[in-house]
């Protein structure tokens, strides 16, 4: 049915054909590479979403502490200045390169290596990882 419905809808008057059979056949050929290919990508996307994990919903008790280590992690951070906190909350939490964190903060890649540098020196020191 689909086959005639799409011969009606290209306009092709049929008494013009040479050969109707084979451009029926051509038609109907193309639609069923058509559905076998959608078939495809629906079984492929259907694949890729149950290899998709369960969503994760953390207990209370693991959300405390992932509270009170972001809080810690904040008080870390918040002895240093402006820029060096900001490039390695850029690098850390959004993934970010240092050419686009110098492109965001307005500096050299250069500045951001020195800015990460800090940061992480900074956050060494706190630790008590490093000899200041």
């Known amino acids: 049915m689909d086959t005639f419905l799409r011969l009606l809808s290209r306009r092709v008057d049929p008494a013009e054909l040479r050969l109707p059979r084979a451009y029926l056949s051509t038609i ?3 639609r069923l590479v058509n ?48 820029r060096p906190r900001r490039a390695f909350l850029l690098a850390r939490l959004s993934g970010l390169g240092y050419a686009e964190i110098g492109q965001q903060l307005g500096v050299s890649e250069r500045m951001v290596k020195k800015y990460m540098a ?9 630790s008590g990882d490093a000899k200041a």
């Not at 800090?118 to 706190?126: G, K, N, T, W």
């Open 118 to 126: 800090q940061a992480m020196l900074h956050c060494l020191r706190l």
């Open 28 to 30: 109907a050929h193309a």
């Open 35 to 82: 559905h076998w290919q959608r078939a495809d990508l629906e079984r492929a996307y259907l694949a890729a979403l149950a290899a998709q994990p369960e969503p994760v919903h953390p207990s209370a008790e693991e959300r405390t502490q992932a509270l009170q280590l972001l809080h810690a992690i904040a008080d870390m951070l918040s002895g240093l200045a402006e």
